[in-house]
């Protein structure tokens, strides 16, 4: 039982590039979750699904795209990296049902845009 | 929209004694959940505690303990003879609980404690 992956663990990007962001869970959650932490500003929503095939902006969801084709997945992409996307990224989930409230996070991603 | 503020950025203490890190949060909803997550030096978001909104005992975990005021909108953690190990940035965070919450959390700021031997 791996928990949450994420893929690549590390990436440097010139401006201008593209890239998606692997995310993968092996419990069988329906939510998953794309956050980016910044120093001084915690961690902020980027994209949400809450389950196959359905995705849903957050609270900073400009410059990204999501994808959730299979439940275990959830794919974060950067069309065109801009250096204000430099940030460390995490990928979450958790169970659908009302008591379930830990949200399980993967070990981040730093991405550097040059 | 959830608002959730961690004043204080950087926090210390000696091994063994007290400290505690504050939140306050502001919200109209009733009904929700407030947690503290601990992330080490190895990035890792790992929850340390949780309080339902609903329940007015604070929740305690062991040597970590919370103080939640509702009507004052605070949910302070308290750690109880600080260890090394607790070494970490804390993040206060909040998820309002309604049908269209989808488990969605508002983070703080974030609070970096030291534990000094």
């Known amino acids: 039982n791996a928990g949450v992956t994420q893929t690549p663990k590390f990436r440097v990007l010139k401006t201008g590039q593209s890239m998606t962001l692997l995310c993968a869970q092996d419990m069988n959650h329906e939510y998953m979750y794309w956050y980016r932490q910044d120093p001084g500003m915690g961690l902020r929503l980027i994209h949400y699904s809450v389950g196959e095939g359905t995705t849903a902006k957050g609270e900073v969801p400009d410059g990204y795209n999501v994808s959730r084709l299979k439940k275990q997945n959830f794919l974060l992409g950067l069309e065109s990296a801009a250096p204000s996307q430099t940030s460390v990224y995490f990928c979450?989930?958790?169970?659908?049902?009302?008591?379930?409230?830990?949200?399980?996070f993967g070990p981040g991603t730093r991405l550097t845009v040059t | 929209a959830q608002t959730v503020t961690q004043s204080q950025p950087e926090m210390s203490v000696q091994e063994a004694e007290t400290v505690t890190l504050s939140c306050t949060y502001d919200?109209?909803?009733?009904?929700?959940?407030l947690f503290w997550y601990k992330q080490p030096p190895s990035r890792q978001m790992i929850l340390v505690i949780r309080q339902e909104a609903y329940k007015q005992q604070n929740a305690t975990e062991n040597r970590f303990s919370v103080n939640f005021q509702k009507a004052a909108k605070s949910f302070s953690l308290k750690i109880s003879d600080s260890q090394l190990g607790d070494t970490a940035m804390y993040f206060c965070?909040?998820?309002?609980?309604?049908?269209?919450?989808?488990?969605?959390?508002?983070f703080g700021q974030g609070t970096i404690l030291t534990v000094h031997p």
């Open positions: 965070a909040f998820d309002h609980a309604g049908g269209t919450s989808y488990g969605k959390l508002t």
């Open positions: 919200t109209s909803e009733s009904n929700y959940y």
């Open positions: 979450a989930s958790r169970p659908s049902t009302e008591y379930s409230y830990e949200q399980y």
